[in-house]
């Protein structure tokens, strides 16, 4: 499954979707992970961390969204 997560789009808000060791799991598991350029950035978690845990770093929402089949 190709599995997407955008950057949170409300202010002061810094939750995102799912954090590296999730992502980690799913590509694991044999699925895609794609995500939105800086969306973990609110919690610490950088672009690098997500492509080491295996993500496709995207660099807007539209394209994550074209390319998940869950979001």
């Known amino acids: 499954m190709r599995i997407g997560i955008p950057k949170e789009i409300?202010?002061?808000e810094f939750?995102?979707?799912m954090t590296r060791s999730g992502a980690?799991?799913?590509v694991h598991d044999g699925h895609e992970f794609?995500?939105?350029t800086n969306a973990?950035?609110?919690i610490?978690?950088?672009d690098a961390d997500y492509?080491?845990?295996g993500a496709k770093v995207l660099d807007t929402a539209e394209q994550v969204f074209e390319k998940a089949e869950m979001i």
Request: charged share 25%.
């Open 10 to 12: 409300k202010i002061i």
């Open 15 to 17: 939750r995102v979707g």
């Open 24 to 26: 980690h799991e799913m």
């Open 34 to 36: 794609f995500v939105e």
């Open 40 to 42: 973990g950035a609110g």
């Open 44 to 46: 610490g978690v950088t």
């Open 51 to 53: 492509e080491a845990a």
